[in-house]
């Protein structure tokens, strides 16, 4: 008995120490990423302060930029809140059925959009706190509809505790492939576009807490195609 507590005790304080240096790490990533955002802030106000005759499409154009990243700042604060609370929430694990949650998420990124969203597959179950399951799926969403500007559909599928979203992007370079789902890596391509880095960490962080994992390859005729999967419950929705 000695021996079976002292095994726990030792489980649990290395637990403790992997939370304590996760925290750190996110900590000092986030730290990094917001000094561009703020070094721009800063430079753009100094330079209304010292010029206030400045002519006025410069200053609009100033303006936009201070909005700019004042939007990412926000972003960036609100997924970095996201990655470090939503993992200790006290939301318990309960069965979904992935076609009816995916589904709903769907018609809330298509209204936000305007983009036509297409969702096929079965109705598999699992067993997993839904609005962190919810949040990922309207992530990867966000990010197709981020990186595909055509006017084609994006389409989800569902196949056992598997969703896929797909688009018709630009796709991914196979250098970045194996690096999408890292906190604060931002594609080549995307570093023009909104964004903080953090959404496909967060599908990650969400699939991996249950037992999952994510994926992501480039679709044949372009685009590509981006998920996750979560064990299925043993039953399934007739």
Do not use: C, W, Y
């Amino acid at each position: 008995e000695a021996a079976r507590l002292g095994r726990s005790f030792k489980e649990m304080l290395a637990a403790l120490a992997r939370s304590k240096e996760q925290q750190q790490r996110l900590v000092e990533d986030a730290g990094h990423e917001l000094r561009t955002p703020l070094t721009s802030l800063r430079t753009n106000l100094d330079v209304l302060k010292r010029h206030p005759d400045i002519d006025s499409e410069a200053r609009q154009q100033i303006l936009l930029d201070i909005d700019r990243d004042t939007a990412e700042l926000a972003a960036l604060v609100e997924e970095v809140v996201t990655l470090a609370v939503d993992r200790h929430t006290d939301e318990l694990a309960q069965p979904i059925e992935m076609k009816g949650l995916v589904t709903a998420v769907a018609a809330r990124a298509a209204r936000r959009s305007g983009r036509n969203i297409v969702v096929t597959g079965d109705t598999s179950v699992v067993v997993a706190r839904r609005h962190l399951v919810d949040r990922a799926i309207s992530n990867l969403l966000d990010n197709a509809v981020k990186f595909d500007t055509s006017n084609n559909d994006i389409e989800v599928s569902i196949s056992g505790g598997k969703i896929v979203v797909s688009d018709r992007g630009p796709g991914i370079p196979e250098s970045e492939l194996d690096l999408i789902f890292e906190r604060f890596h931002r594609a080549v391509a995307s570093r023009t576009l909104p964004g903080s880095g953090l959404g496909l960490a967060i599908v990650a962080d969400v699939a991996r807490s249950h037992g999952g994992d994510v994926f992501a390859r480039n679709r044949e005729g372009g685009g590509a195609e981006i998920g996750f999967f979560l064990p299925t419950a043993e039953k399934h929705v007739e």
